[in-house]
C-alpha cells in the first residue's frame, strides 16, 4: 500500500470535522459491541452488524528503508474478505470443520483511540479510525500472543443499526507470531 493510499484511509486529526457526540458515542458504542460479540465468539451476531457490501482487509506490513515507501503491501493481504468468504468463515467457526480454531483461540479485544469524521460526500457513512490489541490465548499457553493494530473503518449510521461497510486494519507486527491468523481483527 502506497503512502498516498494509507492516507486515503486515514482521518487525519487536523482535518476531522466535529461530529456530534451522539454519532461519536454511536460509533465507539458500536466498536465496543462488534469487540463483545468477537470476545464471546457470538459470530453470527457478529456477522449481522457487517453491511452486504463490506469489505473486510488486513494488508502484510514489509519492513522498509525509511525512505522506501509504507511499508504496508498493496498485494498482499492476511486477510481479503468480501460478505461471502466471511459468511463462510463464519459457518465454518461453529461447525466441526474449523481445524484452525479447535481448540478455540480465546480472545480479549481493547479498543482505543476511536476517532470518527464524517466520510467524504456521504452523510451517513463515519470515517472511524480506532486502536486494536488483540491478546490470544491459544491451548494451555502460559503467556497471550498480542495482535495490535490500527483500524481504518467506514460505518453506516441512520438507516437503522449501524454496519461496517469497510475496515481496513494495519498490523504492526510484520512478523504475526500466530500458528494461524483464524481470528477476526
Not at 453506516?156 to 461496517?164: A, F, H, K
Amino acid at each position: 500500500m502506497t503512502d498516498a493510499a494509507i492516507a486515503a484511509h486515514a482521518v487525519p486529526i487536523s482535518t476531522i470535522q466535529l461530529v456530534e457526540i451522539g454519532v461519536q458515542r454511536l460509533c465507539e458504542e458500536f466498536l465496543k459491541l462488534e469487540a463483545e460479540y468477537l470476545d464471546d465468539r457470538r459470530f453470527a451476531d457478529w456477522f449481522a452488524l457487517l453491511d452486504p457490501a463490506i469489505d473486510y482487509e488486513a494488508p502484510v506490513r514489509t519492513v522498509r528503508e525509511n525512505w522506501d515507501g509504507s511499508g504496508i503491501s498493496a498485494t498482499a493481504f492476511y486477510l481479503k474478505e468480501d460478505y461471502d468468504s466471511i459468511e463462510t468463515r463464519v459457518k465454518r467457526l461453529r461447525s466441526r470443520y474449523a481445524w484452525s480454531e479447535s481448540p478455540a483461540t480465546r480472545t480479549r479485544r481493547l479498543v482505543s483511540n476511536i476517532r470518527v469524521a464524517r466520510h467524504d460526500g456521504n452523510p451517513t457513512l463515519m470515517a472511524v479510525r480506532s486502536n486494536l490489541a488483540v491478546f490470544c490465548h491459544r491451548g494451555d499457553a502460559a503467556h497471550p500472543q498480542i495482535l495490535t493494530a490500527e483500524r481504518f473503518d467506514a460505518v453506516r449510521i441512520g438507516t437503522g443499526e449501524p454496519r461496517l461497510v469497510k475496515r481496513t486494519a494495519i498490523l504492526d507486527a510484520a512478523v504475526l507470531g500466530l500458528k494461524s491468523l483464524s481470528i477476526f481483527i
